[in-house]
C-alpha cells in the first residue's frame, strides 16, 4: 500500500490530476521511466525501488484480470540490479560454541533445564541439518523418530529427506525427556514455555544473548547456522549438487554462493588436482 501511494502520488503531479482507470491505461513506458527516475534522485534504495516494481506488476495484472484497465507498458520496467549477497557462515569453533552454550543455557532468561536443551536440539536441527528455522519448528512429535533420516517439508510444501546425525537425535531425545509438557505425536515437537508451538522470534532472541555472550558479530543469526552447514560441507569436500538437495535449494544458482565463501579451499583444491596447475 506504500508504495502504491507513493506511485500515485508521482502520477498526481506528472499527469497533473487526479488518478483514473484510463489514465493508468494510457500510461507510457515513459511514465513509468519517469517514476523510476524520481525515485533515483530521491535516494531510494535499489533493494526498495525492486519491490516497487514488483508491486506496480502485481497491480497491473490484479487489474488486468478484473477487466478494469490493461497496460503492455508496465512489462517495460526492469528491476535494478541488486547488489550480490554473500553468506556469513560461522566458523566451525564458533558453531560449536553457539551450541554448547545454548545447552548450558546461555541462550535463554528461562533457567530451566528442558528450555536449554530444547534451545540446543533447534540449533543443531539448523547446523547439524541444514534445516531452515522455521523448518525445524514446523517439525512434529512423529517426525523425529531417531532415525538415520527425517522428512522435512520445505518451501512451497516440497519434502525432502536429510541425514541425521546421532548427535541430534540425541539431542532431540534429550529434550524429550526433560521437557515437563505433552508432546503428542500429531503435535508440535517445540514447545514454548505456555505449551503452543515454539515462534521462531524466542530462538532469534536466544541467538542475540548467545552473539553478546560469544563475542560474534551481527551476522551470528539462526539462519547463519545454516550458511555454516553448507559451508562447512562444502569446504571438507561436498558436492554442490549435494548440498542443493540437503538445504532444499530449487536452483543450484542459489546453492553457489556458498562457493564464493570458501573460494580459497577451492582454489587449493583445484591447484592440488589440476595437471597443468602442478607445472
Known sequence: MRDLSTFFAFLMVHLGGPVSFAGLEGLRAADFRSYLA??????????????AVSVLR?????????????????ASLRSPRLPHAVPRPLTTG?????????????????????????DAAVLLLLYG??????EALGLNGRDATGADVLLVRGKGGKERGVPVLPVVNQAIADYRAACPLTLEAGGPLFLGARGGRLGARVI??????????LGLPPSATPHALRHSFATHLLSDGGD????????GHASLTTTQRY?????????????????????
Open 58 to 74: 502485481g497491480f497491473f495484472r490484479h487489474l488486468e484480470r478484473e477487466k478494469l484497465a490493461f497496460n503492455g507498458a508496465v
Open 240 to 247: 554442490l549438487r549435494s548440498i542443493q538437495e540437503l538445504l
Open 129 to 134: 541439518c541444514g534445516l531452515r528455522i522455521g
Open 259 to 279: 562457493t564464493e565463501v570458501d573460494e580459497a579451499s577451492l582454489m587449493a583444491a583445484y591447484n592440488a588436482a589440476h595437471p597443468r596447475a602442478r607445472h
Open 38 to 51: 524520481r525515485r533515483a534522485a530521491e535516494n531510494r534504495a535499489k533493494t526498495s525501488t525492486a519491490r
Open 204 to 213: 532469534q532472541s536466544g541467538m542475540a544473548r548467545l552473539r553478546g555472550a
Open 94 to 118: 564458533q558453531a560449536g560454541a553457539v551450541v554448547a552454550a545454548a545447552a548450558g543455557g546461555a541462550a535463554s532468561a528461562n533457567t530451566q533445564p528442558w528450555i536449554a536443551k530444547r
